[in-house]
């Protein structure tokens, strides 16, 4: 069983639209972390959330977690090919051991 | 500088056989993390050694794993007579200290078949 579940596990979209991935939990966390791996390599953050109700913007991608820390959102706007790749989200239950989502397949078509 | 690395990138084993993955964190990182990630699915979280402390192995799926860090460098993860469910990509990660929000810098893997 999957601490954090995401949503949806596959998502393949033209050049241009909007996405959005979901990671929920019944759990509290004191951060969420989102990150992008690209096949043969190891996922890379894109950006930690500490604070319920949080919105944080990185160009085309916006990120929220949720008011009582037990989800969090990613939205991408305008996806272009450079976006597809896998996104994971992991929080921190305790100190330290991250627990992370099974990861959301993005793909964008030219 | 240089980011963390692994070697093999790639292994192949006959099932039986030992094998032994090594991870190089980067330079001045005290904290050191081994995942592994099935295909189609998350991070699964191994050990982790935090500068001399005693390594935290809860993560460890059975007495066939085992692993070693000298002081703050060179990892290595050891799997003992390795079975076909072992087969998996192996993850390194480290960064600078422990805590929350901390960022974890990873290596690009170590791909695992056991045939």
């Known amino acids: 069983t999957q601490l954090l579940e995401q949503s949806p596990q596959f998502l393949s979209i033209q050049e241009g639209e909007n996405l959005t991935v979901y990671c929920n939990s019944s759990?509290?966390?004191?951060?969420l972390q989102w990150y992008r791996q690209e096949p043969g390599e190891g996922p890379v953050l894109l950006v930690t959330v500490v604070t319920g109700g949080e919105v944080k913007k990185l160009k085309r991608l916006t990120f929220q977690f949720g008011d009582a820390r037990k989800d969090s959102s990613l939205h991408i706007t305008a996806a272009q090919p450079g976006d597809t790749g896998l996104y994971l989200c992991a929080g921190d239950p305790n100190d330290y051991k991250l627990s992370f989502g099974a990861g959301t397949t993005v793909t964008v078509r030219a | 500088g240089a980011g963390v690395s692994q070697s093999p990138s790639n292994k192949v084993t006959e099932k039986g056989k030992d094998v032994e993955l090594r991870c190089d964190p980067i330079?001045?990182?005290?904290?050191l993390y081994w995942y592994r990630q099935r295909l189609g699915q998350g991070l699964e979280f191994l050990i982790y050694f935090q500068g001399n402390s005693a390594p935290d192995k809860s993560g460890l799926p059975s007495d066939r794993f085992s692993a070693e860090r000298t002081g703050e460098s060179v990892s290595t993860l050891t799997i003992q007579r390795t079975q076909q469910e072992d087969s998996a990509v192996y993850l390194c990660?480290?960064?600078?200290?422990?805590?929350?929000?901390?960022?974890?810098?990873f290596g690009p893997g170590t791909r695992l078949t056991v045939t």
């Open positions: 330079s001045g990182h005290t904290a």
């Open positions: 990660a480290s960064s600078l200290v422990s805590g929350q929000g901390r960022e974890q810098y």
């Open positions: 759990s509290v966390f004191s951060s």
